[in-house]
């Protein structure tokens, strides 16, 4: 069975490329083997999926070949498919990715639909994202709440420099800022009615058992703290009173089994928190304000 990259002088089909990748790709490893060829193969001829299944018998060109192969060699090491191809989807939009910023994830939608619906009530609201990475909360719910005006902050050089590219690439440069800021010792020029984190929370003990695609590939500082993941829920706790407003709201995105500390963190401040579940009903969003808690 054929299981080495496609060689350059054979004559090879889509459909051909489809069926030996599916192969390859199952017997190593890698998810959705099918869909990972095919999207390969839409970035490399430029063309929608339902293209492949029209023009089955196209042949590809040297050149073609040239950068199929490459990409087929990249995720068979189980690099991420959203690197190779240079691009992620996120709350409708296509935003590009690079090994400097985190993947977006589903799970992050919910945060970010959920700021949708809070800034429906606030014209004008200022926002910040604390770690923005390629963008994506703030472009993405910029694109929706279109009064609403974001500062997107991040300590990685190449991380801003993608989030500009997706702000530029989703016309939204009037309404989003990105700058190069640690929320440690990030002082604005003025205070936030909105913040949105989705911070690196997972555990340094944990960071070994990860999937290889986002343990070697995606960027560690944005994984984990090195510590016990909450250390950015602390940073919050601690500078919301000199960066947010008196009634403002504040979304974090959270880990598995992380709420009840997490609550714990911002309820001895006095905030009062409420905690959204993902699909699958575990905790993933925990909604702080800063207003008494209430004891029953």
Same mark, same amino acid.
């Given at each position: 069975?054929?299981?080495?990259?496609?060689?350059?002088?054979?004559?090879?089909?889509?459909?051909?490329?489809?069926?030996?990748?599916?192969?390859?790709?199952?017997?190593?490893?890698?998810?959705?083997?099918?869909?990972?060829?095919?999207?390969?193969?839409?970035?490399?001829?430029?063309?929608?999926?339902?293209?492949?299944?029209?023009?089955?018998?196209?042949?590809?060109?040297?050149?073609?070949?040239?950068?199929?192969?490459?990409?087929?060699?990249?995720?068979?090491?189980?690099?991420?498919?959203?690197?190779?191809?240079?691009?992620?989807?996120?709350?409708?939009?296509?935003?590009?990715?690079?090994?400097?910023?985190?993947?977006?994830?589903?799970?992050?939608?919910?945060?970010?639909?959920?700021?949708?619906?809070?800034?429906?009530?606030?014209?004008?609201?200022?926002?910040?994202?604390?770690?923005?990475?390629?963008?994506?909360?703030?472009?993405?719910?910029?694109?929706?709440?279109?009064?609403?005006?974001?500062? &997107?902050?991040?300590? *990685?050089?190449?991380?801003? +420099?993608?989030? %500009? =590219?997706?702000?530029?690439?989703? $016309? #939204?440069?009037?309404?989003?800022?990105?700058?190069?800021?640690?929320?440690?010792?990030?002082?604005?020029?003025?205070?936030?009615?909105?913040?949105?984190?989705?911070?690196?929370?997972?555990?340094?003990?944990?960071?070994?058992?990860?999937?290889?695609?986002?343990?070697?590939?995606?960027?560690?500082?944005?994984?984990?703290?090195?510590?016990?993941?909450?250390?950015?829920?602390?940073?919050?706790?601690?500078?919301?009173?000199?960066?947010?407003?008196?009634?403002?709201?504040?979304?974090?995105?959270? &880990?598995?089994?992380? *709420?009840?500390?997490?609550? +714990?963190?911002? %309820? =001895?401040?006095?905030?009062?928190? $409420? #905690?959204?579940?993902?699909?699958?009903?575990?905790?993933?969003?925990?909604?702080?304000?800063?207003?008494?808690?209430?004891?029953?």
């Amino acid at each position: 069975m054929r299981r080495t990259p496609p060689a350059l002088e054979q004559l090879w089909t889509v459909i051909d490329i489809v069926r030996w990748a599916t192969d390859y790709f199952a017997h190593k490893g890698v998810d959705s083997p099918r869909l990972t060829i095919e999207l390969m193969l839409c970035s490399v001829l430029d063309v929608q999926r339902i293209r492949l299944y029209t023009e089955h018998e196209r042949p590809l060109l040297k050149n073609e070949l040239r950068q199929l192969r490459s990409m087929i060699t990249r995720r068979a090491q189980h690099e991420p498919l959203q690197y190779i191809l240079g691009k992620a989807d996120f709350y409708g939009l296509s935003l590009k990715v690079s090994p400097d910023v985190l993947i977006p994830r589903p799970e992050t939608e919910i945060l970010a639909e959920r700021c949708i619906r809070i800034l429906s009530t606030m014209p004008d609201a200022r926002c910040l994202d604390v770690g923005t990475g390629s963008g994506c909360i703030a472009i993405s719910v910029a694109v929706h709440a279109v009064h609403s005006m974001w500062v &997107g902050i991040d300590i *990685s050089t190449g991380a801003v +420099a993608v989030a %500009q =590219e997706n702000v530029t690439q989703h $016309d #939204v440069a009037a309404r989003v800022q990105i700058i190069q800021a640690d929320i440690r010792t990030y002082a604005p020029d003025q205070l936030f009615d909105v913040l949105v984190m989705n911070p690196p929370y997972i555990p340094s003990a944990e960071v070994p058992t990860l999937e290889q695609n986002v343990r070697d590939y995606e960027p560690h500082v944005a994984l984990t703290d090195d510590y016990d993941g909450l250390t950015f829920y602390r940073i919050i706790a601690e500078r919301a009173a000199e960066i947010m407003k008196q009634d403002a709201t504040i979304l974090l995105e959270i &880990g598995h089994g992380q *709420s009840e500390d997490v609550k +714990a963190i911002f %309820q =001895e401040r006095g905030y009062g928190v $409420d #905690v959204l579940n993902d699909l699958e009903n575990i905790p993933r969003v925990c909604i702080v304000r800063r207003r008494p808690i209430t004891i029953s």
